[in-house]
């Protein structure tokens, strides 16, 4: 699903390509969310760089379908992402307590008690610099009033692209990191 080839200075997946780090994606119309600094890809590295230093990116990936979460850890993995994946809610907080990440990948629905958004305000409250990419197979005007007062960065309805996601993911990121990283260390 995830294949790719380095081409110069763009990556080919196998119906798509994606520009590198300074051009803009060039996807069906999120101009708004382009790929440029201060993520930086070297050799399939997602970077920020900040204060002299550079840290790769975390991303936390929850989905109760566990071949779907490991399908989108698997892409942005060969991103360059550091990437952890949960299946439920429970998982995921104590997972991201840990693993500070930069950016929440999270489904709506999960068939625990809590949701994508709960997760995000648990882990939103012990790391504040926390970006949330929310996805969902069932948007509704409710789900988007309910993000926004959550400071969602975005809700993507599935199916979506997966240029789509990659290129929300690296602008929550480098949204992110205006205050810093989410943890001490690089």
């Not at 699903?1 to 081409?7: A, I, P, T």
């Not at 204060?51 to 979460?69: M, S």
């Not at 360059?80 to 629905?109: H, N, Q, R």
């Not at 409250?125 to 409710?142: A, D, N, R």
Request: hydrophobic share 35%.
């Amino acid at each position: 699903m995830c294949s790719r080839e380095r081409v110069g200075t763009k990556v080919v997946y196998p119906a798509r390509s994606v520009y590198r780090a300074d051009e803009t994606l060039r996807t069906n119309g999120l101009d708004r969310y382009p790929r440029q600094s201060p993520i930086v890809n070297h050799g399939f590295r997602a970077t920020l760089f900040l204060w002299g230093e550079t840290t790769v990116i975390r991303v936390l990936v929850v989905d109760d379908e566990k071949q779907y979460c490991e399908n989108l850890s698997l892409c942005l993995t060969g991103e360059g992402y550091e990437v952890a994946t949960a299946c439920t809610s429970d998982e995921a907080i104590d997972l991201g307590k840990d693993f500070c990440p930069d950016v929440l990948v999270a489904d709506w629905m999960l068939r625990s008690d809590d949701d994508g958004l709960d997760v995000s305000r648990c882990l939103r409250s012990q790391l504040p610099k926390l970006e949330t990419v929310l996805i969902t197979g069932y948007p509704s005007i409710e789900l988007h009033a309910d993000a926004r007062r959550s400071n969602v960065f975005e809700v993507l309805e599935k199916p979506f692209e997966l240029d789509d996601l990659l290129s929300v993911v690296q602008y929550a990121a480098r949204s992110s990191d205006a205050g810093g990283p989410n943890r001490d260390r690089p």
